[in-house]
């Protein structure tokens, strides 16, 4: 290979498509998005990196060539005693995945129009886009009579959650409110039945202020059609949801949480910790253990028919451990002690990159008092989930308030909304007094007073509009935002303390 010329022809190339389909000499094919194909050139040698059915790997550029718009590359590693020819097909170009994607959300977006139109009397059309950011939202501005213009906002690309649309909905009405000819102060957020109900009751916890101008509305799409060809039919296509207040959150239906205290680490799982105990931990799941590797899941227990059976790899490429593959297991292990460290020389390495947050929450649960030398941790909070969504991190203070930890290592617009939801579902939890009934700390007792949220992320990742979102939530959650030093993952500190 040229090295210079080929490897920034190559990069060039994996760039111009949005999915690969990547093909062995086995025949075997797993798709790729471009991001998760990575090139460097190192130590005069063009490196690949990707993942396949043995895991991610790592892999040197032997040859280069195009067939079409087919990429032919020879790879080796493993000091040259293995070899691979592989082929890059394109699946879809990223302009013209981006112009087919547009012109669907777009129609969705005018579907939702007509029923609005049909559906509210006196509605009249104003304007009707895609939001500009990212082009994942209808945008809809009408007019009634009596109400003057109004805004809707609703997901059309079907991958926001319900704390995403609200936080581009809170964005959006302060725009709307703050331009000077036609002011809009409400805003209909328009969702599938699912995604409503959960907004309405993250609209419980929203000040007045705000919770009193966005109304969320249930839509059912797959009528949108009888709609247009019967405007009196009886079916319901738009459902206003009724409002809940704050105080009445805690009549919410709870289920009964399965009591924890009698889990063990098997001996398959202690062993692999006793590796390297600092830097390995072990979590309880539904069907087994979890071994990660400072946050990073690599191996898996499992009891199969009274036997316990140990699969290893980085997220799909999981492999059984055996005597065959267990000079891999030992790589995978050595390649996890060399990469995925604070002073690694490759930052940009996969393994070095992979689930921080998770990094950030491991190295928390060795050591809480990092954090606040009062908290006490669940031993089980993984294994607790606040619907289908996991807690990072659930503690108690002395006093016998539960506290909820939100992590972050990146800037998240989602964040005080996701936490304020973790809040009401742990709330409706502690009142029915499952989490006692759980012993979910042990013997320790839980008082009778509302949860805390901890907020924390490195200084510079929390969103640049953090405090503008915080003065959304209702005054009757306590909250306290932790900033932290950039280098958390040499030597965690906490710089700064303040309540929201």
Same mark, same amino acid.
């Given at each position: 290979?040229?090295?210079?010329?080929?490897?920034?022809?190559?990069?060039?190339?994996?760039?111009?498509r949005?999915?690969w389909?990547?093909?062995?000499?086995?025949?075997?094919?797993?798709?790729?998005?471009?991001?998760?194909?990575?090139?460097?050139?190192?130590?005069? &040698?063009?490196?690949?990196?990707?993942?396949?059915?043995?895991?991610f790997?790592?892999?040197?550029?032997?040859?280069?060539?195009? &067939?079409?718009?087919?990429?032919?590359?020879?790879?080796?590693?493993n000091?040259?005693r293995?070899?691979? &020819?592989?082929?890059?097909?394109?699946?879809?170009?990223?302009?013209?995945?981006?112009?087919?994607?547009?012109?669907?959300?777009?129609?969705k977006?005018?579907?939702?129009?007509?029923?609005?139109?049909?559906?509210?009397?006196?509605?009249?059309?104003?304007?009707?886009?895609?939001?500009?950011?990212?082009?994942?939202f209808?945008?809809?501005i009408?007019?009634?009579? &009596?109400? !003057?213009?109004?805004?809707?906002l609703?997901d059309?690309?079907?991958?926001?959650?319900?704390?995403?649309?609200?936080?581009?909905?809170?964005?959006?009405?302060?725009?709307?409110?703050?331009?000077?000819?036609?002011?809009i102060g409400?805003?209909?957020?328009?969702?599938?039945r699912?995604c409503?109900?959960?907004?309405?009751k993250?609209?419980?916890?929203?000040?007045?202020?705000?919770?009193?101008?966005?109304?969320?509305f249930?839509?059912?799409?797959?009528?949108a059609?009888?709609?247009?060809?019967?405007?009196n039919?009886?079916?319901?296509?738009?459902?206003?949801?009724e409002?809940?207040?704050?105080?009445?959150l805690?009549?919410?239906?709870?289920?009964?949480i399965?009591?924890?205290?009698?889990?063990?680490?098997?001996?398959?799982?202690?062993?692999?910790?006793?590796?390297?105990?600092?830097?390995?931990?072990?979590?309880?799941?539904?069907?087994?253990?979890?071994?990660?590797?400072?946050?990073?899941?690599?191996?898996?227990?499992r009891?199969?028919?009274?036997?316990?059976?140990?699969?290893?790899?980085?997220?799909k !490429?999981?492999?059984?451990?055996?005597?065959?593959?267990?000079?891999?297991?030992s790589?995978?292990i050595?390649e996890?002690k060399?990469?995925?460290?604070?002073?690694?020389?490759?930052?940009?390495?996969?393994?070095?990159?992979?689930?921080p947050?998770?990094?950030?929450?491991?190295i928390l649960?060795?050591?809480?008092?990092?954090?606040?030398a009062?908290?006490?941790?669940?031993?089980?909070?993984?294994?607790?989930r606040?619907?289908?969504?996991?807690?990072?991190?659930?503690?108690?203070?002395?006093?016998?308030?539960l506290v909820?930890?939100?992590?972050?290592?990146a800037p998240?617009?989602?964040?005080?909304?996701?936490?304020?939801?973790?809040?009401?579902?742990?709330?409706?939890?502690?009142r029915?007094?499952?989490?006692r009934?759980a012993?979910?700390? !042990?013997d320790?007792e839980?008082?009778?007073?509302?949860?805390?949220?901890?907020?924390?992320?490195?200084?510079?990742?929390f969103?640049?509009?953090?405090?503008?979102?915080?003065?959304t939530i209702?005054?009757?959650?306590?909250?306290?935002?932790?900033?932290?030093?950039?280098?958390w993952?040499?030597?965690?500190?906490?710089?700064?303390?303040?309540?929201?």
């Open positions: 290979m040229n090295l210079e010329n080929d490897f920034a022809k190559l990069a060039e190339l994996l760039k111009a949005h999915e389909l990547l093909v062995n000499g086995a025949g075997k094919s797993f798709a790729l998005r471009a991001d998760e194909i990575e090139i460097e050139l190192k130590l005069n &040698k063009v490196l690949l990196s990707f993942l396949d059915e043995k895991g790997q790592t892999w040197r550029g032997v040859s280069f060539a195009q &067939k079409g718009d087919e990429i032919l590359l020879e790879l080796k590693h000091f040259e293995d070899k691979e &020819k592989i082929r890059l097909i394109p699946r879809v170009s990223a302009s013209e995945l981006s112009a087919t994607v547009e012109l669907a959300r777009l129609e977006a005018n579907e939702i129009t007509r029923i609005i139109v049909a559906e509210i009397t006196g509605a009249k059309l104003v304007k009707v886009a895609l939001n500009a950011e990212n082009g994942r209808a945008q809809i009408f007019e009634i009579l &009596k109400d !003057g213009q109004i805004a809707a609703s059309v690309s079907g991958a926001a959650t319900h704390e995403n649309l609200l936080a581009v909905a809170v964005f959006w009405l302060a725009k709307l409110r703050a331009r000077k000819k036609k002011p409400k805003i209909w957020i328009l969702a599938d699912k409503a109900k959960n907004l309405q993250l609209r419980a916890l929203l000040r007045p202020n705000w919770r009193n101008t966005i109304e969320i249930e839509i059912s799409r797959q009528d059609k009888k709609q247009g060809e019967d405007k039919t009886e079916n319901q296509f738009l459902k206003k949801l409002t809940i207040d704050f105080s009445n805690s009549r919410e239906k709870t289920k009964k399965e009591s924890l205290e009698s889990l063990q680490l098997s001996r398959a799982a202690q062993k692999i910790v006793e590796i390297t105990p600092e830097k390995i931990d072990a979590i309880f799941t539904k069907h087994g253990e979890t071994l990660r590797f400072f946050g990073l899941p690599f191996a898996r227990v009891t199969v028919s009274g036997a316990e059976k140990v699969w290893f790899g980085i997220e !490429g999981r492999r059984i451990l055996s005597e065959n593959t267990l000079a891999e297991f790589n995978l050595e996890l060399t990469h995925r460290r604070f002073d690694t020389e490759n930052k940009r390495h996969a393994l070095f990159r992979l689930a947050e998770a990094w950030l929450e491991a649960r060795k050591n809480i008092k990092l954090l606040d009062n908290l006490i941790l669940s031993p089980v909070y993984n294994q607790f606040a619907g289908r969504d996991k807690i990072d991190l659930l503690a108690l203070r002395p006093d016998g308030r909820i930890i939100e992590l972050k290592v998240d617009r989602e964040m005080i909304f996701q936490a304020a939801d973790y809040w009401r579902k742990i709330e409706s939890q502690r029915a007094g499952n989490l009934a012993k979910i700390f !042990g320790l839980i008082s009778n007073e509302p949860a805390v949220i901890y907020l924390v992320a490195p200084f510079l990742d969103y640049r509009d953090f405090d503008f979102l915080a003065q209702s005054k009757e959650i306590e909250i306290f935002r932790f900033d932290l030093n950039e280098n993952r040499e030597n965690l500190k906490v710089i700064r303390r303040e309540k929201i």
